[in-house]
């Protein structure tokens, strides 16, 4: 996976940040959109339509996009018309720009709109990203990108097939403490990385949740998990060779279909091993990387705002950030220059081939090789 710049310091983020800022405002060209690869002039700001306006959007992304200087909300898409009503209501939402799940496809004729960003449940990913890129938009779409790597296969297809660009949701790899542990253990600045330690979870207590049901694609692994795995990948700059994993509940009357606590191991062909963790079950969120000659840590590592850390070298000293603005800005800016993504839709289908392939290890209690 590609490196992120080097990050060292407060001062470092915070000059390079300036400088993209001051290229922004500096943008004052006709609205064009590339193809990958195509240099045009840029405009300030292009359209994003949230499909899904469950919490994600409605909490975290809604907010953070009052704060983004290279894309804005211009359009929604939701099966309830209250909600549609109260978005209308708060961000100034045209009539035109608000579709259903019936009506979805007819935004290939909205020209306001060039991106689509996929928030719906985890069984929905896959087809409404292959719609969208059908409707010649743009998708980003949230983790886990499907239920399944040949999910991810079919639209990585579409949007190339239809010469669009698709990335995912990982809004961590924008964020700079992460990006300085990636730093740190890709560089080897302390030597080899020997192990990567991570959990993420939270306490899960719906009953009547899509999270809790196999068939949209609940459970702990698919949720959280996919953060532990993130950052054993990120931290080593290397895919998994093999797995090996486990499951169990404390609350069976609750998790009939899905997992509640998951562990994983992983082996990487540098000689690193991953110990990683997820759960519906506690409220946990650390990372610690061990290498030859010293050590980091986040803690926490993949929450919404407040990450820290430190290494052998003393405490990280980053700005907190609004991670999905970040994220969405970059993302924008991406392709409205037609250029390459940080994290692509190969690097969902990497993540999911490694989440199949604990799936197996724990169906089969063995050893699984990856690859």
């Not at 405009?43 to 899904?52: F, P, S, T």
Request: with cysteine.
């Amino acid at each position: 996976m590609p490196l992120p710049p080097h990050s060292s310091s407060r001062r470092d983020f915070m000059k390079r940040f300036a400088v993209g800022a001051g290229a922004v405002a500096a943008m004052k060209a006709p609205a064009v959109l590339a193809r990958v690869g195509e240099r045009v002039p840029p405009r300030q700001k292009l359209g994003i339509a949230l499909v899904g306006l469950g919490y994600y959007s409605t909490q975290i992304l809604g907010p953070a996009l009052q704060h983004t200087q290279d894309v804005e909300l211009r359009g929604i898409v939701t099966g309830t018309p209250a909600k549609a009503e109260r978005w209308k209501a708060q961000y100034g939402i045209p009539e035109a720009n608000i579709y259903n799940y019936e009506t979805f496809d007819r935004i290939a004729d909205n020209e306001a709109i060039d991106i689509i960003y996929v928030v719906l449940p985890n069984s929905m990913h896959a087809e409404y990203t292959i719609r969208a890129a059908e409707a010649g938009k743009h998708v980003i779409c949230e983790k886990p990108m499907a239920l399944n790597a040949e999910e991810c296969r079919q639209m990585i297809q579409a949007c190339r097939d239809a010469g669009v660009q698709l990335t995912i949701g990982y809004r961590m790899q924008f964020e700079p403490h992460t990006q300085e542990v990636m730093r740190l253990g890709q560089e080897q600045v302390f030597g080899p990385v020997r192990m990567v330690q991570a959990g993420a979870g939270y306490r899960e207590g719906r009953a009547d949740h899509w999270k809790l049901k196999k068939a949209m694609g609940g459970g702990a692994m698919m949720d959280m998990g996919v953060y532990s795995l993130q950052a054993a990948r990120y931290i080593t700059g290397e895919e998994p060779i093999a797995v090996t994993a486990q499951t169990h509940t404390t609350r069976p009357e609750l998790f009939t279909e899905v997992d509640e606590t998951t562990m994983f191991q992983l082996e990487f062909p540098g000689g690193a091993v991953a110990t990683l963790y997820t759960s519906f079950g506690m409220n946990v969120n650390d990372m610690y990387t061990t290498a030859a000659d010293g050590w980091f840590y986040l803690r926490p590592f993949s929450s919404y705002s407040g990450i820290h850390g430190a290494s052998s070298n003393g405490p990280f000293d980053f700005p907190q950030i609004n991670q999905q603005a970040v994220q969405m800005d970059e993302q924008a800016r991406s392709i409205r220059d037609g250029t390459p993504m940080r994290v692509p839709g190969e690097e969902g289908l990497r993540d999911m081939i490694v989440v199949d392939a604990v799936y197996q290890a724990i169906e089969s209690g063995e050893r699984v090789e990856i690859g």
